[in-house]
RNA sequence: GCCCGCGUGGUGGAAUGGUAGACACAGGGGACUUAAAAUCCCUAGGCAGGAAUGCCGUGCCGGUUCGAGUCCGGCCGCGGGUACCA
């Protein structure tokens, strides 16, 4: 008797696929298509669970898709600008591009032993020349439909090291190589215009049915559309009024002061004069510029000494202040602060001792508030007292709508849809990315270049000598063979841009290029035509919303510029996202800095962590992320158990969409099940072909259940209840007495319903039981409706919502048959007690409930 | 802070509002073996009980329902995102 030996199986599989080149996407009008995609990766070096994961789910739908007479589209490249191969480049000397080829090299290998139905002949990396030319081409063409903008934005500076930080290179407001206080400065950036398709962004999402709940809420949340109402405050000194942007006008009566950001022009205008004014808003430039910071931050202000006068109590007047919490770039950035209906108002000014006054109050009460401020939900009623538009107990969405119409009316404002979504902006003053193909000249100032000049490349070297990395700052600004270029429109000594875009950029349209990778433009009207939309895009749940909006966004700009047809507004028919593989994170502290330790080097005694001699901290389960060493090499499992069984196990115990705790134990028991299968297969291949077999029926109708059953869980992302389901079967199948006829065909379809998670084996078994051609083309095998059906059903009993016995009744028994029978149950009588029930419910086929 | 999720045995998890714990891991018992490994069989939420059986049980508190892991409200904990990580 032979052994299950994967290694050989795989690689023997592996090459009559590529012979027989099933996996090449070819577009063919008889065909319904489908196009399955997962998330590109970055190439950080190594590939981790999380991508065999990732990469498993989308082949298990192709493979499907495929053997149910589908055209399948499904390809793989890499998102490979980006920040880490500079910092290692910084970190370790040589090249970002000789790192990043590197890697995608090192992660092709390691991909292609796990049998991935992948079109290969289609990979490409975002930094290829031929790709980012392609992108500064959309680029230009978006340029001249009017969809990018160049106006000053704020970044994070490091005074130390001249340059500009992400975010995630700010430390506790300081740089993480520098250790320098991080200071705000204002440059000229490009932007794409994607708030001003904030509306249909939005409309849009509810279209797409086939993406989770959870994503089309987030983006609507992050797209943030609200109705309000701008309002212009008239200054007591004459000065240019000022306008404030508010989403609850119904709080007007209860205003008590103004603040606004500290960029806005009221606050500069002061600054000169203001000493005190100028050192709070050079405090508010040092702060963190992320969200979360902001918020979380201790709400400041410091009066301008500015008074307004309320619009509609033109006797009251109320003070201006500076807030460290005001947006510049939301609304106007000026609001009115009413501390009785807004916590952080009510906060501030229990802090700096301003006035508290109620709008309203709720019905029956007149309660001045405390120190907890009266924020009613907008369906709320609410009760009006002294309302000067007028409103008496109405709910708070009434007294919006009422509030605007009113201050229209008056001509003290007017209502306005404002959208939390800010423009995109995508320049980035970095070396590994797509230059942005502009040319800046003192003459004719900012000069697209010519379609014909692209790509704009990247310099490989500064005139034959290495860029030096370890320079902090953007290497393309001290490369005058590279910056200095004539201008494009006049020929005068000009100079390119020397940012590149956001990664974001590169993203957000490769499932288009994917169409006809090779293309001369960035499309290809008879590739998109036939291949788009995505069908199926399957990823993290951490891209919910930048890199699926930025997408959706792109589509859009792709249509106005003649790259895409009307139907791909939307992409993605239908989205996925997966859960994450987390692992435990080990962590020490070495000269104050955390130090991460990868897996192997831990050892485990009792519950605690020790690499070598040292105890270290144990995070548990945590996103696997490089920055935290805690990734788990999925070659091991791969060199050690074979490609199916990885594949096996990371569907077999986390359903997907949930994150999945590694563990190294599970992965055995997947391998001990493929080789049962195979064993299996071994000995009905032995049996005797002639002797009688029994229960032949009974197996068969097993066999369809587990048809219907697998069917319906890859096609709904079940893939571990599928594969419970393969489980059971095969135990079924492994105790059958039947003819071999009968477990020949159901050894066959288990291997055909296992051949989207474990390729090999399928194929294996189907080849030695004397299968047609390839498992991988043969079609996916069909339930048989009338094996299906069942005469009998059991219906438990229930007294009072308790399970207490059970019936088993024929399927089609009529409900007042159900009823007596139940009635005359022993459990149920003793339970009655010779009383009647005081319900009897029967749901037919599914359960019994009584009542007492 | 804000937005969005998630929480079920020792563990991963299953369950169109209808028998909670399918399937699997680890465990316990047994068969085979000189022995071990491998394989196979049985067992298994907790508590009480010899058993039959009873009670409790899906993070916590409350609600809707004949019936709630599932729906609603309020908490707690954990995770993702928070616009320059990808």
Redesign the pocket.
């Known amino acids: 008797m032979s052994r299950y030996d994967p290694a050989a199986i795989e690689a023997r599989w592996q090459k009559a696929w590529e012979e027989a080149g099933i996996f090449k996407a070819k577009a063919d009008p008889s065909k319904p298509k489908y196009y399955v995609l997962e998330m590109f ?2 190439p950080s070096g190594r590939l981790h669970m999380g991508h065999v994961r990732n990469y498993t789910m989308g082949d298990v739908i192709a493979r499907y898709k495929s053997s149910t007479g589908h055209a399948v589209l499904h390809p793989m490249g890499f ?1 490979a ?4 191969a500079e910092n290692a480049a910084m970190a370790s000397g040589g090249h970002p591009k000789d790192w990043t080829y590197a890697n995608i090299d090192t992660m092709v290998e390691q991909m292609k032993p796990l049998g991935l139905s992948l079109d290969w002949t289609r990979m490409f990396a975002t930094c290829d020349p031929e790709y980012y030319g392609q992108q500064q081409a959309l680029f230009l063409d978006m340029l001249a439909a009017g969809l990018i903008d160049r106006k000053p ?1 704020v ?2 500076w490091d005074p130390v090291d001249m340059t ?6 700010v430390i506790d407001g300081k740089g993480w190589r520098s250790g320098a206080e991080v200071e705000k400065r204002e ?1 000229t ?1 490009w932007f794409f215009k994607i708030s001003d398709m904030a509306d249909e962004l939005v409309d849009a999402l509810g279209d797409l049915d086939d993406w989770p ?3 089309r ?2 983006q609507e ?2 797209i ?1 559309r609200s109705r309000g109402i701008e309002i212009r405050f008239e200054r007591t000194d004459g000065g240019d009024p000022i306008l404030c942007y508010s989403t609850r006008p119904d709080t007007m009566r209860g205003a008590s002061f103004i603040a606004v950001a500290p960029d806005h022009p009221v606050a500069k205008a002061l600054e000169a004069d203001r000493p005190d004014l100028a050192a709070f808003i050079d405090e508010c430039r040092k702060m963190d ?4 910071a ?3 931050a201790e709400k400041k202000g410091i009066d301008t000494g500015v008074r307004v006068k309320h619009p509609v109590y033109p006797d009251r007047e109320l003070p201006v202040w500076i807030g460290n919490f005001v947006l510049m770039d ?1 609304g106007t950035g000026a609001v009115f602060g009413c501390p009785a209906h807004d916590q ?1 108002d009510l906060d501030f000014a229990r802090k700096y001792d301003l006035p508290v006054q109620n709008a309203f109050y709720m019905p029956g009460d007149t309660t001045e508030v405390g120190n907890e401020a009266l924020v009613p939900a907008k369906s709320e009623v609410v009760s009006f007292i002294d309302h000067f538009a007028g409103v008496g107990d109405v709910t708070s969405q009434e007294a919006i709508d009422a509030t605007i119409d009113w201050f229209e009316a008056q001509g003290l404002g007017t209502g306005q849809t404002q959208f ?11 070396y590994w990315g797509c230059p942005i193909p502009v040319v800046h000249c003192d003459a004719c100032g900012v000069v697209p270049e010519k379609k014909e000049n692209l790509p704009v490349e990247l310099p490989y070297d500064n005139a034959g000598e290495p860029i030096d990395f370890s320079i902090p700052g953007n290497p393309l600004d001290r490369h005058p063979t590279w910056r200095d270029v004539p201008c494009p429109a006049c020929g005068a000594p000009a100079q390119r841009e020397t940012d590149t875009m ?3 950029v590169d ?1 957000s349209w490769y499932y288009t290029r994917f169409t006809a990778p090779r293309a001369e433009t960035p499309t290809e009207p008879e590739a998109v035509g036939y291949w788009m939309n995505v069908d199926q895009y399957i990823g ?8 699926l909006l930025y997408s959706r966004f792109f589509a859009r700009a792709m249509i106005k510029t003649g790259h895409l047809p009307e139907t791909a507004a939307e992409p993605f028919d239908a989205l996925f996202t997966q859960g ?1 593989v ?1 692992h435990a994170i080990y962590k020490s502290v070495k000269d104050g800095r955390p130090v991460y330790h990868y897996p192997e080097e831990v050892t485990l005694k009792d519950g605690k962590a020790f690499v070598g001699e040292m105890e270290v901290e144990t ?5 696997m ?1 490089k920055s935290k060493n805690n990734v788990v090499d999925p070659q091991a499992i791969v060199s050690q158990f074979g490609a199916d069984t990885a594949r096996w196990f990371v569907l ?4 997907p969409e ?4 590694w ?1 190294a ?2 992965a ?3 391998y ?2 493929l ?2 299968v195979w064993n299996l297969c071994d000995r009905i291949g032995q049996m005797d072909q002639s002797a009688p077999g029994q229960g032949d029926q009974d197996l068969l109708r097993e066999m369809h259940k587990c048809i219907r059953d697998v069917t319906s869980g890859v096609e709904s992302f ?1 893939f ?2 599928a ?2 389901k393969l ?2 079967f095969t ?1 079924t199948l ?2 059958s007495k039947a003819s071999h006829a009968a477990q020949r065909e159901a050894v066959m379809t288990l291997a055909q319903l296992m051949a989207p998670m474990t390729p090999h084996l399928s194929e294996d078994i189907w080849a030695h039981q004397g299968g047609d051609g390839l498992c991988a083309r043969a079609p996916w095998p069909q339930a048989d409706e009338a094996m299906l059906v069942e005469d009998t059903v ?1 219906l ?1 009993i ?1 007294i ?5 016995d ?1 019936i088993t009744v024929a399927k089609d028994m009529p409900k007042d048959e159900v009823e007596k029978l139940v009635l005359a149950n022993d ?1 149920v009588v003793k339970a009655l007690g010779g009383n009647a029930p005081k ?1 009897l ?1 029967v ?1 037919p086929g ?2 019994v ?1 009584v ?1 007492i």
């Open positions: 990766p970055y998102d600008f980006g920040m880490p934005a970044v994070n500009v930080l992400a975010n995630e290179q440059l950036q709940a959870k994503v809420l987030m949340n992050w943030g510029t992320t969200e979360a902001m918020e979380k939301y952080r939390r979504l800010r423009d995109w902006g995508l320049s980035r003053q970095r956001d990664t974001f993203s993290g749940i951490e891209h919910a919303i930048l890199h994450m987390t995070v548990p389960s945590a996103k992320s077999s115990d986390s359903p949930r994150d999945v705790e563990t134990s599970g055995e028991a997947a001990k099940h080789t049962r079940g571990n209840a594969i419970a489980y059971a135990a492994q105790k059991t438990p229930q009072n919502g308790k399970r207490r059970e459990a319900k419910i749901v599914r359960i409930n009542v």
